[in-house]
């Protein structure tokens, strides 16, 4: 059993910055990990991941904003979020492909 602990959400205008992480309590070594996020009334949807070699991929909204990265040293995924729009506004949740594991969310909003 993997457990997922996101943390770093909070309240930010317009324009602003957060960096999310994602600790995981078992090596993330060889993993893909992704953020997905969920707002109020929609599905949730897949935000960015980080393969196993380290590539990364994202969603059309968010390319040139937001940043994937990992310390497998630390066990730890990370998402650097800059410009937020009030569009980002949601749950963002952590995923562990193999073994499909999620973490509990953290919610981020982004208003004036």
């Known amino acids: 059993q993997v457990q997922l602990v996101e943390s770093g959400g909070g309240l930010v205008q317009p324009g602003g910055s957060l960096r999310l992480s994602c600790a995981a309590s078992?090596?993330?070594?060889?993993?893909?990990l992704a953020w997905y996020r969920q707002a109020p009334e929609k599905q949730r949807e897949w935000v960015a991941t980080?393969?196993?070699?380290?590539?990364?991929n994202y969603v059309d909204s968010v390319k040139g904003r937001f940043t994937i990265s990992r310390d497998i040293a630390k066990n730890t995924v990370y998402l650097q979020m800059n410009n937020l729009k009030l569009e980002d506004t949601a749950v963002y949740y952590c995923n562990m492909a193999i073994g499909n594991y999620w973490g509990q969310g953290t919610q981020v909003t982004v208003s004036s």
């Open positions: 980080i393969s196993s070699s380290g590539t990364t």
């Open positions: 078992g090596s993330i070594r060889f993993k893909s």
